[in-house]
Structures are given as structure tokens and as C-alpha cells.
């Protein structure tokens, strides 16, 4: 067959993917590098008696089609919860998603023509720079700083341009782990009113506080139905269940959901069906609360190791919440050739280098580093090996 001629937005997608820098994994291998809770925590046991629970009870429906907003006593026990932290949704303005990486499609789909301007935390989650490339937008990065996106740099991208989406990440952000301050929370929503924008926050990490007060929402700051929140219980119970939420006002939720119609016409019903059930059968906040515990201590472990061996020269953020740091070298270094070149072949051990987590792919001396899923032992030897690396990599750039 002759080669098809593929869509313009395929050279954009196609290039946006970690696929090709990750290598297969050998046994041996530490990756710091994925975005994956710990499989320890899945409550394996209470999922499987929900599935029985579903099928014994409900279960033609549970295998019926029904609509794009999804199961509605999921979406009513979600309202409730949202209630408590003053979201001021009701379950007709949730839309139950396949994942908040879906939401990230649809929203984009909604506002997004060829060349349309949106704003990106610098740097930002790489699967919404991979969601919003098919849609062919013109980047603007605002950079982050210890507290959030610098709104001075924001307020003058949106003096002069027309921008569509302000896209952010506002809990332990993914890759730093970086939380937008109180203060900046409520500047962000008086600028986006004045200029007249969407904000998209993407929160999959909000229930993974471990230290500190969990602050309000931008969508509970809302007063103008203009931003679009997403949430998800990958992070919080198991992402093989593909189950997220979208909160938008009337009317966007309306368009939104035809786009849902057309993409997939409704998330999973028998998903949804067992983790309401889930919900109803078992101790939800209490579930949380071990989370918290679990991560906390391996954040605890990494930060013990990074001080205990990490060469002079390098930073990182300390993370309250989520799974992620982010380590930051001397101004030449390059992660990304370090990983290809010598810390994957020779050290079996991956991280994702920060070149992948900026829309302009123009910042070689980071790293995002996962510790979510490793025991201590592991955490320890992967950041000894990953210093020792760095250190020859450093000295060796010293002596040239
Ligand atoms: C910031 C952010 N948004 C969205 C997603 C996608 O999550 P989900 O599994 O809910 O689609 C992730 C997953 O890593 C994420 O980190």
C-alpha cells in the first residue's frame, strides 16, 4: 500500500511522545521515571468484591449503554464531596470522563481552532502538551516559580494576545510538585476575568496532600462559570479504571458533552458502576489517608537520600503533596543525553529529562523524578547511582 497521507496535526502529536526515550525496561531497572501510583495501594480485594457486588446486582444494567454525563449516583456522591470543599457543583455539571487525560481532549477540542493561543506552566504536564497538539495551538509558557505560575510574565502575555486557555496544574504540580499560592489562586481568577479566559485546572493530585492545608480550588474561587476542573481517581484508587470527572458550568458542559458523544459516547458504565459502589461499601477518606501516609514517607525517603548523596550544584523542590520532584543541575547540564547515553544503558536507571516537560522544549538541566512507587531500599540505591552519575558527569564537564 502506498503511504497514506496523514493529517497535518500528526507531525505536531507525533512528536510530543516520551515513547521513544524510555527503553524497554530490564529486570533491574529503577525508574524514577513513571507517573504511576503504587500498585500496593490498589485495594485489589474491594474492587473485586464491588465488580461481583455489581454484576450479582445490577448487572444488565451495568452492561447496557447508557449516556456521555455518566452513572448518576457516581456523579451524586461525587457532588457531595465536592460540596464539602465549596466546588458548588451539582451532578448535573459533572461529566464522568476516561480519565482527566480525557478531559484535557475534550477541552481542547471545545475551544481550540488551528493557531489559537493558550497559556502552559513552564514546564508542564507532557501528556497535555500531547492532548493539545492535535489541535495545532500556539504555545505561551509562563514560568514557575516557588508558588506558582510568575502572574507579572502572565499578565503581559495577556495584555497582547488573545488567549484561549490558561492550562494549570495548581496541586503538586506535574513535573515539580510545585502548589499555586492562596494569593495566586485569586490573582489568576481576577486576571482570567478581566481578560476574559478559560482556565483549565488539571487537579488528579489533590486528594495526595501530605503536608500542609489543602487550599481552595481555582473552580471553587469561580464566580463566572469560566473555569473547567479535572479530577480523577487514577491517582486515588486505580487508573486502570479510567475514571475521571469534568466540572464545567452550563453551557460549556452541554458542548462538551456532545464532543464526549462523538469521541467515545460514554466512559465505561460498569467502571462507573463499581466505584460508586466502592464508594458506598468502604471507608473512602480513611483509603486516602493511608495514600497520604505511603507517600509521604517515600517522599521522606528520596529527600533523605538526595541530601545524603546528591553532588554540590544541584536543587530540588520538596514536594507537600502528589509524586514528584524536580532536580535541577548546573546550567550545562543536559539531562537528557546523560539518560540516553549513560544512565539508562549503564545504570538501568530512567528519570524523565526536563527537554519533554516544556512546550518549547528549550530546558536541558532538569529532571522529573517519580518516588511513588519504590520501596526505601530501592529509592536509596536508584539516587546513589543517579548521584554518582551526575557527579562524573559534572566533573567530567569541569575538566574539558
Ligand atoms: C497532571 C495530570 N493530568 C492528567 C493526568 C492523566 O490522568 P488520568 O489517568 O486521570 O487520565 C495525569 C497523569 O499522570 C497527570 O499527572
Do not use: C
Request: hydrophobic residues 40%.
Amino acid at each position: 500500500m502506498d503511504q497514506p497521507q496523514l493529517a497535518t496535526r500528526t507531525t505536531l502529536t507525533s512528536q510530543t511522545g516520551l515513547e521513544d526515550l524510555i527503553p524497554d525496561l530490564t529486570d533491574d531497572t529503577i525508574s524514577f521515571a513513571g507517573g504511576l501510583p503504587d500498585p500496593a495501594q490498589f485495594p485489589k480485594q474491594a474492587i473485586s468484591d464491588s465488580f461481583q457486588r455489581v454484576l450479582a446486582n445490577n448487572g444488565l444494567d451495568a452492561l447496557q449503554y447508557h449516556n456521555a454525563k455518566g452513572y448518576l449516583p457516581l456523579r451524586e456522591q461525587l457532588a457531595e464531596r465536592l460540596d464539602q470543599e465549596n466546588y458548588q457543583v451539582n451532578a448535573d455539571q459533572i461529566l464522568l470522563t476516561q480519565g482527566a487525560q480525557q478531559g484535557l481532549d475534550l477541552v481542547a477540542k471545545l475551544l481550540l481552532n488551528k493557531g489559537d493561543h493558550v497559556i502552559v506552566e513552564a514546564p508542564t504536564y507532557v501528556g497535555a502538551l500531547a492532548a493539545f497538539a492535535a489541535y495545532e495551538p500556539h504555545y505561551h509558557e509562563i514560568p514557575l516559580e516557588s508558588d506558582g505560575m510568575d502572574l507579572v510574565q502572565l499578565n503581559k502575555v495577556l495584555l497582547t494576545q488573545k488567549i484561549k486557555i490558561i492550562y494549570t496544574v495548581p496541586n503538586f504540580q506535574n513535573p515539580t510538585g510545585i502548589v499555586m499560592s492562596l494569593a495566586k489562586r485569586q490573582q489568576l481568577i481576577e486576571l482570567a476575568n478581566r481578560y476574559n479566559v478559560i482556565i483549565l485546572e488539571d487537579d488528579p493530585y489533590h486528594y495526595l496532600r501530605f503536608v500542609g492545608e489543602t487550599l481552595p480550588s481555582l473552580k471553587s474561587l469561580d464566580t463566572q462559570g469560566r473555569v473547567i476542573s479535572l479530577g480523577s481517581f487514577s491517582k486515588i484508587l486505580a487508573p486502570g479504571l479510567r475514571i475521571g470527572w469534568l466540572l464545567a458550568a452550563e453551557p460549556l458542559l452541554k458542548q462538551i458533552r456532545y464532543l464526549k458523544d462523538g469521541a467515545d459516547l460514554e466512559s465505561p458504565t460498569l467502571t462507573q458502576q463499581v466505584i460508586s459502589d466502592y464508594l458506598l461499601h468502604n471507608d473512602f477518606d480513611a483509603h486516602l489517608e493511608v495514600l497520604r501516609k505511603d507517600y509521604l514517607q517515600k517522599r521522606n525517603w528520596m529527600l533523605a537520600a538526595l541530601k545524603q548523596y546528591l553532588p554540590a550544584g544541584f536543587s530540588y523542590t520538596q514536594p507537600e503533596g502528589g509524586f514528584f520532584l524536580w532536580l535541577t543541575g548546573p546550567a550545562d547540564l543536559n539531562f537528557e543525553k546523560l539518560l540516553r547515553e549513560q544512565i539508562a544503558p549503564q545504570e538501568h536507571l530512567l528519570y524523565v529529562p526536563s527537554t519533554h516537560l516544556y512546550a518549547s522544549n528549550s530546558v536541558l538541566n532538569s529532571a522529573r523524578i517519580s518516588y511513588a512507587t519504590y520501596d526505601q531500599a530501592t529509592i536509596d540505591l536508584g539516587v546513589s547511582k543517579l548521584s554518582q552519575a551526575l557527579a562524573r558527569e559534572v566533573s567530567h564537564s569541569r575538566a574539558q
